[in-house]
């Protein structure tokens, strides 16, 4: 491993001096990915500047309104709230997947997400829930839909010297519920072949008032399945208008064939797994599992 500086600031106002200071400085919080890049892969790093001790993005903050979750939260910590797994299922399941629970005491959902990996665990569940991106750089704060913060594999819409600053999950309605479900050869320790999460709002006559469906490991980025979407609006839920969500969303999936799985193999998971995140995604709508008190 070739010789690094490494930059420790203390507030979030000092890291970011330090990334306009280090141009091609990188931002560190739990490592898992970057570290094994320099060590495995000898990715060229000039600086790497610390989050460890930048308290204002280690913060997790419940209202009524939004769950907060700064970047630098541990995946494991987010995943073992009861808050988090009462109303937001689909994220916790997702981070409770990611490597082994040593990993998931170190990795940050911040460089889960910032990663920009089109299988990472966490991100569909945050799509279907409707999540916000607050980004801080140079130029102050701004705040974008998590769908549009991902532009091609490995790529954010993270611009030179900006940051990730936390996460914004609304409070799910009364009679919401969600669920993520993946497909992998081992069922730990591994990368989704598809990753697909859902989330169901009930209306008063238990019919569909709003539903999301995302998408992992089926595009060059994590995405929505707007399509399979539509048909949901307005339904009354069951096993027959799920298997056509599935449908259409593997109809609007763009998977590959690798070494792992054939595009073909991958669209028939998408049907498959978006029907059962619809149907877990369901019952707790109904049991009134989905809304956190």
């Not at 991902?150 to 009364?174: D, M």
């Not at 081992?186 to 008032?209: E, N, S």
């Not at 999936?253 to 792992?260: M, V």
């Not at 073909?264 to 599992?289: C, F, M, P, W």
Request: glycine letters at 10%.
């Amino acid at each position: 491993m070739k010789r690094f500086e490494y930059l420790a600031p203390t507030s979030l106002a000092e890291a970011l001096e330090m990334l306009a200071h280090y141009p091609n400085a990188l931002p560190l919080a739990g490592g898992t990915d970057l570290l094994v890049q320099m060590k495995e892969s000898h990715r060229p790093v000039e600086a790497l500047v610390s989050l460890k001790r930048v308290f204002e993005i280690h913060q997790v903050e419940h209202n009524e309104a939004v769950i907060r979750l700064g970047a630098a939260v541990k995946a494991g910590v987010i995943a073992a709230d009861e808050r988090v797994q009462t109303a937001y299922t689909a994220l916790a399941v997702g981070l409770g997947l990611i490597g082994s629970r040593q990993i998931r005491n170190m990795a940050s959902l911040g460089g889960n997400i910032c990663n920009a990996s089109p299988s990472a665990d966490s991100v569909p569940g945050l799509l279907a829930l409707g999540t916000l991106a607050v980004i801080v750089g140079p130029e102050g704060e701004r705040s974008l839909p998590l769908e549009t913060f991902f532009v091609a594999p490995g790529k954010s819409a993270l611009q030179p010297g900006e940051l990730l600053k936390e996460i914004v999950i609304p409070r799910p309605p009364e009679n919401s519920g969600s669920f993520y479900f993946r497909h992998t050869t081992r069922a730990w320790m591994d990368i989704a072949f598809v990753g697909a999460a859902a989330a169901i709002t009930l209306d008063g006559g238990g019919r569909i008032a709003n539903a999301c469906i995302a998408l992992g490991a089926v595009a060059p980025t994590p995405m929505r399945a707007l399509e399979a979407e539509k048909v949901l609006f307005g339904a009354m839920p069951g096993h027959e208008v799920f298997e056509e969500a599935g449908r259409i969303a593997a109809a609007e999936a763009r998977p590959i064939d690798d070494l792992r799985a054939s595009a073909d193999y991958r669209r028939h998971l998408v049907i498959v797994l978006t029907r059962r995140a619809l149907e877990q995604a369901l019952s707790r709508a109904k049991n009134g599992n989905g809304h956190g008190s």
